[in-house]
């Protein structure tokens, strides 16, 4: 049973500051592995989707990367902003087609201006 | 385009009730997802849909949780008899296979209270 955690739970730090989230999965066999935004009484906001065959991807400021024999994930965030604020969700998607999602319970970060 | 329409937005009942939620997908998106999230955690499936079939339910707590999806459109969760362990945001996400990808896009979810 694929079982995903992330470190650290909750993160401050101050207005521009690069910072890195990282996400652990326990099986490799995974699917994908997709990294979600949580704003406070919302749904999630997919950020980032990284394809089992892809080493990362990146949009703007975003930075994800995929180590799949080591089961790891990271997020990193490039000079963080107030509005980065939110809790950060990674979810491993399953090898089959229908990409079922195992959550990680998410780091709440907060960016301090 | 819009996005996953939920509704209620929040509901607050008691114990023993029961309740329905409404999801309303992005247009053209045939796989249909309902998560339940609980506070502090990240979300957890409960059924997901492929058109009208449920392919995957393994999660539903099937004593007193059901859903449907008629016309493979809209779907509604229904829960008889909540009880107090209930309490929790229910996610109702889509997603349509492009060849390459699937990601699934969100709605803001319905925030259940059961006292």
């Known amino acids: 049973k694929q079982e995903v955690t992330q470190i650290p739970a909750a993160l401050s730090v101050p207005e521009g500051e690069n910072l890195v989230l990282n996400c652990s999965f326990t099986?490799?066999?995974?699917?994908?592995l997709q990294w979600f935004r949580q704003d406070p009484g919302k749904g999630l906001t997919s950020l980032l989707l990284?394809?089992?065959?892809?080493r990362e991807q990146t949009s703007g400021r975003l930075n994800a990367s995929l180590d799949k024999s080591s089961g790891r994930s990271t997020l990193y965030i490039a000079a963080s902003q107030p509005g980065d604020s939110a809790t950060y969700l990674c979810a491993a998607g399953s090898q089959e087609y229908g990409n079922k999602l195992v959550f990680g319970a998410g780091t709440i970060l907060r960016v301090k201006s | 385009e819009a996005g996953v329409v939920q509704s209620p937005r929040y509901k607050i009942i008691e114990k023993k009730q029961p309740v329905a939620f409404w999801c309303n997908p992005i247009s053209g998106h045939n796989t249909l997802y309902w998560y339940r999230q609980n506070l502090g955690q990240g979300p957890e499936l409960l059924i997901r849909?492929?058109?009208?079939?449920?392919?995957?339910d393994s999660q539903l707590p099937k004593d007193r949780f059901s859903a449907e999806r008629l016309k493979g459109v809209d779907s509604t969760l229904k829960i008889q008899p909540a009880e107090l362990g209930d309490s929790a945001v229910y996610l109702c996400?889509?997603?349509?296979?492009?060849?390459?990808?699937?990601?699934?896009?969100f709605g803001p979810g319905t925030r259940l209270t059961v006292l």
């Open positions: 996400a889509s997603s349509s296979w492009t060849g390459r990808t699937d990601t699934q896009y």
């Open positions: 849909y492929e058109n009208e079939e449920a392919v995957d």
């Open positions: 990284i394809q089992s065959s892809q």
């Open positions: 099986d490799s066999a995974i699917y994908n």
